[in-house]
């Protein structure tokens, strides 16, 4: 079977996800489109797709693409189903963050303007949807695909009640980890020769870039991030080798800090090798990224959250409250807590950039900022085996579901 693949260019969790979710079609020729921030993940790991076409095709060779191909996979990316959809082509939409999806409209709203879709080209029915937020247009997504999968997390079961209450007969269904299993396998393999891992610290700031953060603009984190590691180094004399990667590391913006000794190395890992340093570095530090955090699970490890990047990170601790993960997680707004985040994707996360700031410019909040995260990390590094263990089943019992790989096979055949 010939599948068109593509993810939601907004950080690497999609990106991830879609590459997880082609590692597990192997038998199948998959054709990954994109451009941003997804297209260079792809590049990235170009084992997990059969051809990789960046940047996006024009609208007529997409279309033809997907008239060529027999199914489109899209994680997150509520376009490219919108175009499957028009090509009179099934369409899979896999969804990590569906209860995250803010929407005031009831799904039966939502589901009215899919049943009136125009369907005599991409333009009519793009603007036949313009009234959507970009989050309904995922929930529409949703109800367009002939199937949707979504990864559990608290809410998911609310959501697609509702769903399921409109009679479309077109329900999603609800999957495990969107995780690259293989790769874990691989990673979590111990009956390999052990040595001294390759670094003390492990931290994992993601793809960092989406709809408004960019390494060059909206980058208060970025720089907070940046005056915090020489600090990290010289707080910590035992984390002598730390490895810093993700998105903004990558290619010529790579760099070494070095502080009495001791470094931390700045770079962009591919995905396995990644998974690798999850399995074998002693500690882990990462934004509190869904992805990243189902593989630590899937390794056994326990990740201390560092503070959130936007707003989705923020919805992801706030609806884990109830565990350690989250109980101990450095939030930037506990640091500056008269400074509102607004409830929306796109002013909270602006609203989360500018506590970053201040909290970089001004030398009383960051000396506040760098005791709590040390205070942080000193309560990770005192856990005792039993009690990591413990707080990872907590999360897994939380996040369980149907193996990744079944779901979808069910929804091929």
């Known amino acids: 079977?010939?599948?068109?693949?593509?993810?939601?260019?907004?950080?690497?969790?999609?990106?991830?996800?879609?590459?997880?979710?082609?590692?597990?079609?192997?038998?199948?020729?998959?054709?990954?489109?994109?451009?941003?921030?997804?297209?260079?993940?792809?590049?990235?790991?170009?084992?997990?797709?059969?051809?990789?076409?960046?940047?996006?095709?024009s609208d007529q060779d997409l279309r033809q693409l997907?008239?060529?191909?027999?199914?489109?996979?899209?994680?997150?990316?509520?376009?490219?189903?919108?175009?499957?959809?028009?090509?009179?082509?099934?369409?899979?939409?896999?969804?990590?963050?569906?209860?995250?999806?803010?929407?005031?409209?009831?799904?039966?709203?939502?589901?009215?303007?899919?049943?009136?879709?125009?369907?005599?080209?991409?333009?009519?029915?793009?603007?036949?949807?313009?009234?959507?937020?970009?989050?309904?247009?995922?929930?529409?997504?949703?109800?367009?695909?002939?199937?949707?999968?979504?990864?559990?997390?608290?809410?998911v079961r609310e959501r697609i009640a509702e769903f399921a209450a409109l009679g479309t007969g077109r329900a999603p269904r609800t999957s495990g980890a969107l995780v690259d299993h293989d790769g874990l396998r691989a990673a979590g393999r111990t009956d390999r020769p052990q040595g001294p891992a390759a670094y003390d610290l492990l931290v994992n700031l993601g793809g960092f870039r989406n709809f408004l953060l960019d390494f060059d603009a909206h980058n208060d984190y970025l720089l907070l991030i940046e005056r915090w590691l020489p600090d990290l180094l010289r707080d910590w004399p035992r984390f002598g080798r730390v490895l810093v990667c993700g998105g903004p590391f990558g290619g010529r913006r790579a760099r070494t800090v070095t502080v009495a000794g001791r470094r931390a190395d700045c770079r962009l890992v591919p995905q396995r090798e990644l998974l690798a340093y999850v399995a074998t570095t002693p500690h882990y530090?990462?934004?509190?990224?869904?992805?990243?955090?189902?593989?630590?699970?899937?390794?056994?490890?326990?990740?201390?959250?560092?503070?959130?990047q936007h707003y989705a990170h923020l919805f992801t601790i706030r609806r884990l409250d109830r565990t350690h993960f989250a109980k101990t997680a450095l939030s930037l707004t506990h640091?500056?807590?008269?400074?509102?985040?607004?409830?929306?994707?796109?002013?909270?996360?602006?609203?989360?950039?500018?506590?970053?700031?201040?909290?970089?410019?001004?030398?009383?909040h960051y000396a506040r900022f760098r005791r709590h995260l040390n205070e942080r990390i000193e309560h990770y590094l005192a856990?005792?085996?039993?009690?990591?263990?413990?707080?990872?089943?907590?999360?897994?019992?939380?996040?369980?579901?149907?193996?990744?790989?079944?779901?979808?096979?069910?929804?091929?055949?």
Do not use: K, Y
């Not at 990224?289 to 326990?302: D, K, S």
């Not at 500056?336 to 607004?342: C, E, I, Q, R, S």
């Not at 990591?388 to 990744?404: C, I, K, T, Y």
């Open 383 to 413: 856990l005792d085996p039993a009690q990591r263990r413990e707080a990872v089943e907590e999360l897994r019992s939380a996040l369980d579901g149907p193996p990744l790989a079944e779901v979808l096979a069910e929804v091929l055949r």
């Open 335 to 364: 640091l500056l807590p008269d400074h509102p985040v607004p409830e929306d994707d796109f002013t909270g996360t602006a609203a989360l950039v500018d506590i970053a700031g201040r909290i970089c410019r001004d030398d009383a």
């Open 1 to 57: 079977m010939r599948l068109v693949m593509g993810a939601q260019n907004c950080g690497f969790g999609p990106a991830a996800e879609l590459v997880a979710v082609s590692r597990a079609l192997p038998d199948h020729h998959r054709v990954f489109v994109g451009e941003g921030v997804a297209a260079e993940f792809a590049l990235r790991n170009p084992d997990a797709f059969d051809e990789i076409r960046t940047p996006l095709p």
């Open 285 to 308: 530090l990462m934004t509190p990224g869904l992805t990243a955090l189902h593989e630590a699970l899937a390794l056994g490890r326990l990740p201390l959250a560092l503070p959130e």
């Open 66 to 155: 997907l008239l060529d191909s027999d199914r489109l996979v899209s994680v997150m990316d509520a376009d490219l189903v919108l175009r499957a959809v028009l090509a009179d082509r099934p369409a899979i939409l896999v969804d990590s963050l569906f209860s995250f999806w803010r929407t005031d409209r009831p799904p039966a709203a939502i589901h009215r303007l899919c049943a009136t879709l125009p369907r005599t080209g991409f333009a009519a029915a793009d603007r036949h949807l313009r009234e959507l937020s970009p989050h309904e247009r995922v929930l529409a997504a949703h109800l367009l695909a002939t199937h949707s999968v979504v990864q559990n997390f608290p809410g």
